[in-house]
């Protein structure tokens, strides 16, 4: 039956807006079975196996993908590695004219890549047109302007090497862009695995590169599945870096397998990210939010508002308003302009939402859908609302991963961040309110990587992504982005600074003749062996709960001092009382560059007595040891004049508004101090973490703690709030271990040995803690490239991006 116009007048219903998918499909045809993308070549994969690729909104097979083996990941890691040499060397400009060219390329096929991945995916063509695309686009703009500067903004660092990267399928192609763009203008050189279900575009993408002329090898795409080309890329020793969207499952495995191989890692992973309604915010505007938050891509978002906390006097209001959008929402086939809602990438993955829901049912929480019907063809699944949700149930905090929204009230700001940070996840959030003042002053309060204020899901390569918590570690995008690319220069050159050392014993000026000048005139100042076995917890001196000290011998093996045997009871209760220090992190910068002058004075008028201490436990000569006081004290200036320094910057992305990109302390960060130079290291490390606003535990070096516990009385005296900086003397491998697990801590770092290393790593799974680790390598720790500046400062600090669009 055919409608009149006066019929669609009175339905006000649209009419179908099919997009022709004709083009995309002869493409597919022409091309497959699809073949491996190594050395810029079509290559057959080793097992002569093929994956099915599925079109999620009919269930019909799409076309057939090669399904590679570590053979194939083999030849593509070799094929990465022999590129890497020449790319590496290009000039910055050359590699920028390869990322415009992919852009302006990206940009040409727009329409083809956009039906493609809806056909793939499921996703509204509306979305990958809008969107995907245009932002893909955008990425290798952004990056090929970072390619050109990174010469003068980047210098000291160089490309890491061969990149693995490996993409989830809800946003295949812009992931890739994520992850190739940065890469490349870096001067890496990359082997990307896309996600099993999701291929093509990745593959088309392929045949930009071709076009454009990338030279062979930059860049090869390996298709399959986990086991066969993630697990094994993951592992391979050629590999340099290791880039992962996905789940925090995979990514905590991810993590462990990487443990000490001295493979850089950047891990972005799941979410369950608040979307905050206070009762002055805009409700007509908070619905077309709520829509964007979850049903946008049919709520398979990493970042997806998925909790929806209401100010409790407009939760009704709200939730009416909500329901009435909802039964006009679109969902039907991925290909119709004017759909809403497309398909769930796969038939296990609606699965897994029919199971989430029907557990959310059983645990008591109130389930609503609209009343109309999904197609029966495909993998569909309607927009779902629960009320009724107590916070501790699953489905309020696992994450979805589809279009299902659970709402919860709250009274004050105060239990609105309460709730908001109710979650091990840190993705992203949401804040909505007419009251820029509130809005404002709960954004940085809540622990994620982005914050939306008034609006939702926006996403640009200038303003980084990425999480706190178990939602990962690392940014995409915005220069914070690059360093997960580069690493400094200074660590090819080999540093055997030992070597630089005068150790008395060795040189012509003995340690006897070391003591005997203090005998001849300065016995006096010669400091008193320190027999109080203490740590430094919460702003007082404890005893260790052990009840045991250790000995501190020097070179020559002879007893000159103790300190207390810390244990496990020592870290935790330690720990405990950095986070109640945790107003440190919001009093003003000015106050702690304060104190760090405070520190460095107190520290000044004892200088002889700490460097008496450093000849005592290491057998230097006074001379090196003065030197090592005294850079101890440049280093405690350097970080005073920082605290108020390392500011974050402000975005201009393209839209009318702009992005606070701030630098945030970690919270709680673990320190295990090196051996050499015990006093310079430590404060080194400690420093910038505290300047930043971090509390710390530190573990001091296990074999001259004494010039740490010295430096109790120096902080007592600086007005260093208690807790601050706690210090637990003993093993250090174990406490770090113990550091390494403890879930109230936010980041550990480890100076120490490639064994020990390896452990903090892998430990670190458990909370997914950022880890920063030596590996083995020396510093040189008088160096000031090598061991003072924003290497530090953002290993201290983590970028929060706050939105805050203009306009009504
Ligand atoms: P996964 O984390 O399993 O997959 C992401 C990517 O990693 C895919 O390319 C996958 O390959 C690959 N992979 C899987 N296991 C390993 C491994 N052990 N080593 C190396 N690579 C591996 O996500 P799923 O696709 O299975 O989705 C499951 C859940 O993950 C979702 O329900 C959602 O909760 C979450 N998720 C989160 C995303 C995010 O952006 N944060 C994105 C996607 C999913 P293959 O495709 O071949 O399995």
Same mark, same amino acid.
């Given at each position: ?14 009419? *179908? ?32 196996? /093929? ?9 019909? =097979? ?18 990465? &590695? ?28 727009? &329409? ?212 009435? &959008? ?24 609606? +699965? ?30 309607? =927009? ?28 004050? *700001? ?23 003042? %509130? ?5 940085? &309060? ?22 706190? $918590? ?56 010669? *400091? ?6 203490? %740590?430094?917890?919460?702003?007082? +001196? ?25 244990? $496990? ?27 760090? /002058? ?23 000569? /006074? ?53 050499? /130079? ?23 070096? +296990? ?17 260093? *709030? ?75 600090? +983590? ?10």
């Amino acid at each position: 039956m055919s409608m009149s116009v006066m019929d669609i007048f009175e339905t006000m219903a649209y009419g *179908p807006a099919p997009e022709s998918t004709s083009t995309a499909l002869a493409w597919i045809e022409e091309r497959q079975p699809f073949g491996l993308f190594i050395n810029n070549q079509w290559v057959k994969p080793a097992s002569g196996q /093929y994956l099915e690729s599925i079109n999620p909104a009919t269930g019909k =097979p799409l076309a057939q993908v090669a399904s590679a083996n570590s053979a194939d990941v083999d030849t593509a890691v070799a094929a990465a &590695r022999k590129a890497f040499g020449s790319w590496s060397k290009l000039p910055g400009h050359a590699r920028a004219r390869y990322l415009y060219a992919i852009a302006r390329q990206v940009q040409k096929h727009a &329409r083809l890549l956009a039906v493609l991945e809806s056909l793939d995916n499921g996703k509204p063509i509306r979305e990958t047109r809008d969107l995907d695309i245009p932002l893909v686009a955008r990425h290798f703009y952004y990056h090929a302007g970072w390619a050109q500067l990174m010469a003068s903004e980047l210098s000291g660092y160089e490309p890491v090497g061969v990149v693995g990267q490996i993409i989830p399928w809800n946003f295949p192609l812009l992931m890739l862009a994520w992850k190739i763009a940065p890469a490349l203008a870096m001067g890496n050189t990359v082997v990307l695995k896309p996600a099993r279900y999701t291929s093509l575009t990745a593959l088309k993408f392929a045949e930009i590169m071709q076009e454009i002329g990338l030279p062979p090898g930059v860049v090869n795409i390996v298709t399959g599945e986990a086991s066969q080309v993630g697990e094994v890329l993951v592992r391979h020793p050629d590999v340099n870096k290791i880039a992962f969207t996905g789940s925090t499952d995979v990514g905590r495995s991810i993590r462990r397998a990487t443990a000490g191989s001295g493979k850089k890692l950047s891990l972005e992973l799941g979410g369950k990210s608040p979307f905050v309604v206070f009762d002055d915010a805009d409700l007509d505007s908070v619905v077309e939010g709520v829509v964007d938050a979850i049903w946008f891509n049919q709520g398979q978002v990493c970042c997806a508002g998925s909790r929806l906390l209401v100010q409790e006097t407009i939760e009704q209001p709200l939730i009416h308003k909500l329901r009435t &959008r909802m039964e006009k929402l679109r969902l039907g086939d991925p290909l119709d302009k004017a759909v809403d809602m497309g398909a769930i990438v796969s038939p296990t993955q609606l +699965q897994e939402i029919q199971r989430l829901v029907a557990q959310g049912v059983a645990e008591g929480a109130e389930m609503w859908q609209p009343s109309w019907a999904c197609p029966t063809e495909g993998s569909f699944y309607p =927009p779902t609302l629960f009320t009724n949700v107590s916070p501790a149930t699953s489905i309020a905090q696992v994450e979805i991963f589809g279009p299902v929204l659970v709402t919860m009230t709250f009274r004050t *700001p105060e239990e609105a961040v309460l709730l908001a940070n109710n979650t091990r996840y840190g993705l992203a959030a949401s804040v909505w309110s007419d009251n820029i003042n %509130l809005a404002l002053d709960v954004a940085p &309060r809540i622990k994620a990587g982005s914050v939306w204020v008034n609006c939702t899901n926006m996403f640009d390569a200038s303003s980084g992504f990425g999480g706190y $918590r178990e939602s990962g570690f690392g940014r995409e995008g915005g220069k914070e982005g690059l360093y997960e690319y580069v690493r400094p220069t200074w660590k090819n050159e080999t540093t055997k600074h030992s070597k630089k050392f005068h150790i008395a014993i060795q040189s012509t000026e003995t340690a006897e003749d070391n003591e005997t000048a203090f005998h001849n005139g300065t016995i006096e100042s010669l *400091p008193s062996i320190d027999r109080t076995p203490k %740590l430094f917890i919460g702003g007082k +001196q404890v005893r260790p709960d052990s009840g045991y000290s250790r000995d501190v011998f020097n070179v020559k093996g002879r007893v000159v001092g103790e300190v207390g045997e810390g244990n $496990r009871k020592d870290i935790r209760n330690a720990v405990e009382a950095a986070h109640a220090a945790k107003g440190w992190s919001t009093g003003t910068t000015h106050n702690r560059a304060q104190i760090l /002058y405070y520190i460095a004075e107190n520290l000044a008028s004892r200088e002889a007595e700490f460097a008496h201490r450093i000849v005592q436990q290491t057998g230097r000569i /006074y001379s090196d040891a003065f030197e090592e006081v005294q850079a101890t004290l440049s280093r405690l200036f350097s970080y005073a004049a920082w605290a108020d320094k390392f500011e974050g910057v402000v975005h201009r992305p393209p839209l009318r508004g702009v992005v606070l990109a701030m630098h945030e302390p970690m919270g709680v960060v673990g320190i295990a101090c090196p051996d050499d /130079y015990p006093l310079l290291a430590l404060v080194s490390l400690a420093a910038p973490a505290i300047a930043m606003g971090n509390t710390v535990v530190v573990v001091p070096s +296990q074999q001259s703690p004494l010039s740490a516990t010295d430096c109790y009385q120096v902080f007592e005296t600086s007005d260093v *709030p208690a807790g601050v900086v706690n210090i637990v003397t003993g093993e250090r491998d174990s406490l770090s271990l113990v550091l390494a697990e403890h879930d109230d801590v936010d980041a550990m770092w480890y100076f120490g040995s490639a064994e020990g290393s390896k452990r903090v790593e892998f430990a670190s799974a458990g909370n997914m803690k950022r880890t920063w680790v030596s590996n083995g390598h020396d510093r040189d720790w008088l160096n000031v490239p090598q061991s003072e500046g924003r290497e530090f400062l953002r290993e201290a600090t +983590q970028v929060k991006n706050i939105w805050v669009p203009y306009g009504e």
